[in-house]
């Protein structure tokens, strides 16, 4: 299972990268203007600063939502380095623009998909990546996970080669019940990626063992 980080600040890339687990890092909108990077120039180079972190696998999203205007954003953005990852949103214009991606060689990720028929669309039109938002189908009362388990099924059935990729990623058992499914990928924030480190007993048993040690070697 690749681990990919959901988030555009640096030091936070840095140290999911750090601690050699890191396979991407996927960003919105809404992650850059929390980051406060604003204007054409400061995205772009802000795309080039993660890109120049991480080995792989920076999904950069397009703003437009006509089909020319994302083909022309998302061509730019693949300009940046081989790493990035055009996003596109799942809509009838951006099924449309992955068609175009893809015969391009240009890598794609499907995002805001919230079921398997947009997840088959996706596929259909070569996706590289697609992306079921299961925090948020679980806030609204739907099974995020059974989504991720549907798709998986479709995709095993016919070979597609889309790999699924677990957004809005909340916590731990998120995670781990994403495994289990068989996503390809998982994107969270780094603290749910830190989390998978800690458990109480693995603390004791650290705990005791230099204890002892120090007895017998004081």
């Given at each position: 299972?690749?681990?990919?980080?959901?988030?555009?600040?640096?030091?936070?890339?840095?140290?999911?990268?750090?601690?050699?687990?890191?396979?991407?890092?996927?960003?919105?909108?809404?992650?850059?203007?929390?980051?406060?990077?604003?204007?054409?120039?400061?995205?772009?180079?802000?795309?080039?600063?993660?890109?120049?972190?991480?080995?792989?696998?920076?999904?950069?999203?397009?703003?437009a939502t006509d089909y020319e205007g994302m083909l022309k954003e998302g061509r730019e953005l693949a300009q940046i380095d081989d790493k990035i990852v055009v996003k596109v949103p799942m809509t009838k214009d951006g099924i449309k623009a992955i068609k175009t991606f893809t015969a391009e060689d240009i890598r794609t990720n499907c995002t805001l998909v919230f079921s398997a028929g947009q997840a088959l669309l996706a596929a259909k039109a070569g996706a590289s990546y697609v992306s079921p938002f299961i925090g948020r189908l679980d806030d609204i009362g739907y099974d995020g996970l059974e989504l991720i388990e549907q798709i998986?099924?479709?995709?095993?059935?016919?070979?597609?080669?889309?790999?699924?990729?677990?957004?809005?990623?909340?916590?731990?058992?998120?995670?781990?019940?994403?495994?289990?499914?068989?996503?390809?990928?998982?994107?969270?924030?780094?603290?749910?990626?830190?989390?998978?480190?800690?458990?109480?007993?693995?603390?004791?048993?650290l705990a005791q063992f230099l204890a002892d040690h120090a007895k017998a070697n004081g």
């Open positions: 299972m690749k681990f990919f980080i959901d988030t555009a600040n640096l030091d936070e890339i840095r140290e999911a990268y750090d601690l050699g687990v890191l396979d991407g890092v996927t960003t919105n909108p809404s992650l850059m203007a929390k980051e406060g990077i604003s204007g054409h120039d400061n995205v772009i180079a802000h795309y080039k600063a993660i890109c120049d972190i991480v080995d792989d696998n920076v999904s950069a999203e397009v703003i998986c099924q479709i995709y095993d059935n016919y070979g597609f080669a889309t790999e699924v990729l677990a957004a809005s990623v909340r916590h731990t058992m998120h995670l781990l019940q994403c495994a289990e499914i068989g996503a390809d990928v998982a994107t969270c924030p780094l603290k749910v990626i830190t989390s998978l480190l800690n458990h109480p007993l693995t603390d004791k048993g």
